[in-house]
């Protein structure tokens, strides 16, 4: 189950200027810690966070009625995971995608939460990060995740790979 603390919801567009905030949190712990080269610039910028509420994938995480957390779950196929340098996916079966998660770093288990929640839809979970960010690398080996090789973002940027096959 989810973590009973946290609530887990659709992101609405009234949410975006905490939303915002949040990622604007996320970067500074990020440069903060020996990732300087991720989520430069505006990224995510209001724009892309608009049309993933639209799409329905963005979600936050809420304690006590306030928004700690934010991640995007992708329940369809993502290009760049078609191919899988120096190794491959666990299996090809359905699986989701968690993208751009982050906190307000004010509460703890908000990975955990939102792991829960995507098994709650697919047994298998997959994730991607940048090379110097040792936190989500962290967080995905404690949970279960088993590094999988290297994928491509579109623009030619090279993130670890990680799959979850539940249980």
């Known amino acids: 189950m989810v973590n ?3 609530e887990i919801t659709l992101a ?3 949410d975006l200027d905490r939303i915002l905030e949040i990622y604007g949190i996320a970067k500074a712990y990020m440069r903060k810690n020996g990732n300087p080269n991720q989520w430069n610039g505006g990224y995510p910028d209001r724009e892309t966070l608009e049309m993933d509420i639209e799409k329905q994938r963005l979600y936050v995480c809420k304690k006590d009625g306030v928004i700690q957390g934010v991640f995007v779950l992708l329940m369809e196929k ?7 340098e120096g190794g491959q996916w666990l299996n090809e079966e359905p699986y989701g995608t968690i993208h751009r ?4 770093g004010e ?14 839809r697919v047994a298998n979970v997959r ?3 940048h090379h110097d960010n040792h936190t989500m690398q962290y967080l995905a080996e404690k949970y279960g ?5 290297i994928i491509y973002l579109k623009s030619g940027s090279p ?3 990680y799959h979850y096959v539940g249980h």
């Open 159 to 161: 993130r670890l790979a």
């Open 127 to 129: 994730v991607d990060t």
């Open 101 to 104: 998660i982050a906190s307000s």
């Open 4 to 6: 009973s603390e946290l």
């Open 107 to 120: 509460v703890r288990g908000i990975f955990k939460a939102c792991l829960d929640f995507a098994r709650e």
């Open 145 to 149: 995740f088993r590094k999988c090789g």
């Open 78 to 84: 993502e290009e760049t995971y078609d191919y899988v």
């Open 12 to 14: 609405k567009e009234i």
